[in-house]
């Protein structure tokens, strides 16, 4: 089974920065697909950037230029740092791990959420 606990957000002004970070549990983080969703009140659950094996990332249009994807593999930990925040980046921030066992499963798994507010 695969835990994934978020951590880092919180309130900030707009033109400020967070840092989320996400620590996993389990023994898939390290082949695994890793990225940050967000969802604001009312709206779909939407990508905000993703990192895979290699260290490949992509972002939404959104957050390119302001967001940066990284991950450690040596603590399985992947991190979302967050700069020039908007008010429209409001949202719960969940990290997602994702891929395909050995064995050929695929598996999915989401943290819990941690919220993020940016004040005007």
Do not use: H
Not at 26 to 41: D, I, K
Not at 49 to 75: E, H, L, Q, V
Not at 101 to 119: E, N
């Amino acid at each position: 089974q695969v835990q994934l606990v978020e951590s880092g957000g919180g309130l900030v002004q707009a033109g400020g920065s967070l840092r989320l970070s996400c620590a996993a549990s389990g023994s898939v983080f390290r082949r695994s697909l890793m990225g940050w969703y967000r969802q604001a009140p009312g709206k779909q659950r939407d990508a905000v950037a993703t990192i895979d094996s290699g260290g490949n990332t992509n972002y939404a249009d959104s957050a390119k230029g302001r967001f940066t994807i990284s991950r450690d593999n040596a603590k399985d930990t992947v991190y979302l740092q967050m700069n020039s925040l908007k008010p429209e980046d409001t949202a719960v921030y969940y990290c997602k791990v994702e891929g395909v066992r050995t064995w050929g499963t695929p598996y999915a798994y989401w943290g819990q959420g941690t919220q993020v507010t940016v004040s005007s």
